[in-house]
């Protein structure tokens, strides 16, 4: 299974990478709080000293969720990062983090993709929703640095995803009202379930140490 580092061949990693033994949990955000709804700000210093245990936690905390990608606001941060960590259709493992990203995604060419897309903030909870089969991310890394990646498919759509979570757009932004709603509704249901998976998650990680 080969494996991509903000778009770059690496080494094979195990499951639980250095950045998710080294993270704390943090709390994620949820739909309807103020922060999640307005555009982050961009960042303009850099340096795994500022933002190297950030990482971690983002790692930690969306390991624990079981998400494939994780924006800052939704740990309660208001900065242009995201984080992801994916297997996609292929069976080939995606991961980085990303600063002050910005996503190419036109369709005339490529088309869209059917899917089911999710969201940590909306826990328990998803629906139908096209996206772009391809997409570019144009981003920064940690030390700024710029880089691109070239996606399609599970990772097309997950950059696309976190990217807009920084711009204040969750996935049911872009639903027609009553799937709206009815994800909304799902979300109220399903939360405490999802909520006892993550505790059990973190308890698992936690007896590693």
Do not use: K
């Amino acid at each position: 299974m080969p494996t991509f580092i903000q778009g770059r061949l690496a080494r094979r990693l195990p499951e639980l990478t250095d950045e998710v033994r080294r993270g704390t949990a943090r709390r994620i955000t949820e739909y309807g709080e103020e922060i999640l709804h307005r555009p982050c700000r961009p960042v303009t210093e850099f340096g795994a000293a500022r933002w190297g245990a950030l990482i971690d936690d983002m790692f930690t905390t969306m390991w624990i969720a079981e998400g494939c990608g994780l924006a800052a606001n939704q740990v309660d941060v208001d900065a242009q990062l995201f984080v992801y960590d994916l297997t996609d259709e292929y069976g080939d493992r995606h991961l980085g983090h990303a600063f002050n990203p910005r996503i190419e995604a036109p369709t005339a060419l490529f088309g869209t993709q059917p899917g089911t897309e999710g969201c940590l903030s909306i826990p328990g909870a998803n629906a139908p929703l096209p996206r772009p089969t391809r997409a570019t991310l144009h981003a920064q890394d940690v030390e700024g640095r710029p880089f691109t990646v070239d996606a399609s498919g599970y990772l097309a759509r997950c950059l696309i995803h976190e990217t807009q979570h920084l711009s204040g757009t969750l996935y049911v932004d872009h639903l027609p009202p009553p799937a709206h709603t009815q994800a909304l509704n799902h979300s109220a249901t399903n939360r405490p379930e999802v909520l006892t998976q993550r505790q059990n998650r973190q308890q698992q990680l936690t007896n590693l140490d």
